[in-house]
């Protein structure tokens, strides 16, 4: 097992944060600066989120993942009605037991959650992202860095919204903490707090860079080697598109489900920490 290289995670966050504000500088003149920040009201949200790890040889896997993601409505608090299903798929290569890359591709149906809207109902986005990460133990407990870039294709509801492109720069950590064992093994419960930063940048992206900064805490319980179930709860909020003083709030709860089958001739293990994202 290669040692993970600390410098290379250190290299990559620097660059990160040193590439996004340089993607997003463009051109202010004629652009509303609010002098204050305002803060909507929050939202409730409930995702519904499968992760699956296909091993299909000793150093590939395929990263299957599907989120239906609802979001309250006026007719329908709380949980609300659908408003995004993804489906999200890459080819990962397996550098380590503690270093992994992903690229792949992103279909995203968003539905119009806005009641009384007369525009289009659903419409498709695309993306192409990739992603790097690096776990590394600390005493009992597992630490994740993930950087993931997103190139994304969006539009809106009304009938003539033409696509906009856009770049998303995301750095999430994570740290999982078992419980009632001294490891991460069947039968533990474990804790999982993270923390994310979203970035964006794009010609249409003028003060509006951060989207997202999003603070979760989640349970979790691994059942078997090959299936894990886990639920959280997030806070996030990010600058509103069209103007960069006024941010959203929401409040989501997650439930996930970690799947890892494998159908090689190899004994049944545990999958590597990597895999479970």
Sequence with gaps: MKPINTGIIALLVVFFFRMVPMMAQEETEGVFLPTESEFKDPKTKVWFNTYGKIRISKRFFWDAQTHFRFQET????????????????????????????????????????????????????????????????????MIYHRIRIEHRWTQGFAEDSEYIFRNRWRYLFRAKVPLNNHKLEPSTLYVSPEAELIMQSGKQVVGSVMEDLRLTTTLGYILTPR???????????????????????????????????????????????????
């Design 227 to 277: 299936l894990t179930v886990a639920a959280g709860l997030m806070y996030s909020h990010g600058q509103t598109f069209d103007n960069p003083g006024v941010f959203n709030q929401n409040w989501t709860l997650r439930f996930h489900m970690y799947f890892s089958p494998d159908f090689r001739k190899v004994r049944n293990k545990l999958p590597a920490i990597h895999l479970n994202d």
């Design 74 to 141: 006026k007719e329908t608090p709380f949980i609300g009605q659908l408003a995004q299903i993804y489906n999200r798929h890459a080819l990962a290569y397996i550098y380590s037991k503690k270093v992994n890359f992903s690229l792949g591709g992103v279909v995203r149906v968003n539905f119009n959650t806005d009641e009384d809207s007369e525009d289009r109902n659903v419409v498709p986005e695309f993306r192409i992202w990739h992603q790097y990460q690096f776990a590394q133990a600390l005493y009992s407990a």
